[in-house]
Nanobody
Framework: QVQPVESGGGLVQAGGSLTLSCTTS????????MGWFRQAPGKEREFVAA????????NYADSVKGRFTISRDNTKNTVYLQMNSLTPGDTALYYC????????????????WGQGTQVTVSS
């Protein structure tokens, strides 16, 4: 069983960049599909990006395509979310999620979730 742990959130000005990291306690993330989701106050949790455990193929929400990049380094047991050209609309609590068999943008596909890391983008 894997327990995701996020880090790297913070306060950044609009147009700036941040890189979030997700590692795991317990099992390594090597055999898990990994996803990033976010939830802003008063809004539902939404998909951001995902990376397949084996093919390393990626999916992105339309709202972040061309600005965010998800990647994984299994040797470091870490998944990254590089976020560029941030806007106040990206302000949210960002969650890392994992699942061994399901891959995609539906939060219901993921069995394991971290506690989240806050990203705040000021205008």
């Amino acid at each position: 069983q894997v327990q995701p742990v996020e880090s790297g959130g913070g306060l950044v000005q609009a147009g700036g960049s941040l890189t979030l990291s997700c590692t795991t306690s317990g099992a390594t993330l090597r055999a898990y599909n990994m996803g990033w989701f976010r939830q802003a106050p008063g809004k539902e949790r939404e998909f951001v990006a995902a990376v397949h455990w084996n093919t390393f193929s990626t999916n992105y929400a339309d709202s972040v395509k061309g600005r965010f990049t998800i990647s994984r380094d299994n040797t470091k047991n870490t998944v990254y979310l590089q976020m560029n050209s941030l806007t106040p609309g990206d302000t949210a609590l960002y969650y890392c999620a994992a699942d061994q068999t399901r891959f995609g943008g539906d939060a219901r596909m993921y069995s394991y979730w971290g506690q989240g890391t806050q990203v705040t983008v000021s205008s």
